[in-house]
Nanobody, 122 residues
Framework: QVKVVESGGDSVPAGGSLRLSCADS????????MGWFRQTPGKEREEVAH???????KYADSVVGRFTISRDNVKNILYLQMNSLKPEDTAMYSC????????????????WGQGTQVTVFS
């Protein structure tokens, strides 16, 4: 049963914007920590944004001031607003979710989506 599903990836010109969405159907959504990751071939997966159940956020240095992570706790949807996109933002973007207490204990997310491709062309 698929529990985490991303959408919103597209091909956009440099300087453009995209909003990614991640639907989390898990019943523990309200207590979940969630993160947006990206990966390109040959590179390690990078967590670009994280949001805890209390709404606190963290960002990778490379996206600070350009990306914004948010969550809708009524619709159980996670968002990633990406502005001022650069070609180096091109990657497969995935969202991940888990209860915050389990994430802290284990250090890794258990629930992952399939990913959505973002391509930024110059």
């Amino acid at each position: 049963q698929v529990k985490v599903v991303e959408s919103g990836g597209d091909s956009v010109p440099a300087g453009g914007s995209l909003r990614l969405s991640c639907a989390d159907s898990r019943y523990t959504y309200s207590t979940d920590c969630m993160g947006w990751f990206r990966q390109t071939p040959g590179k390690e997966r990078e967590e670009v944004a994280h949001i805890a159940s209390d709404g606190s956020t963290k960002y990778a240095d490379s996206v600070v001031g350009r990306f914004t992570i948010s969550r809708d706790n009524v619709k159980n949807i996670l968002y990633l607003q990406m502005n001022s996109l650069k070609p180096e933002d091109t990657a497969m973007y995935s969202c991940a979710a888990d209860r915050c207490d389990i994430l802290i204990e284990r250090g890794v997310y258990n629930y992952w989506g399939q990913g959505t491709q973002v391509t930024v062309f110059s």
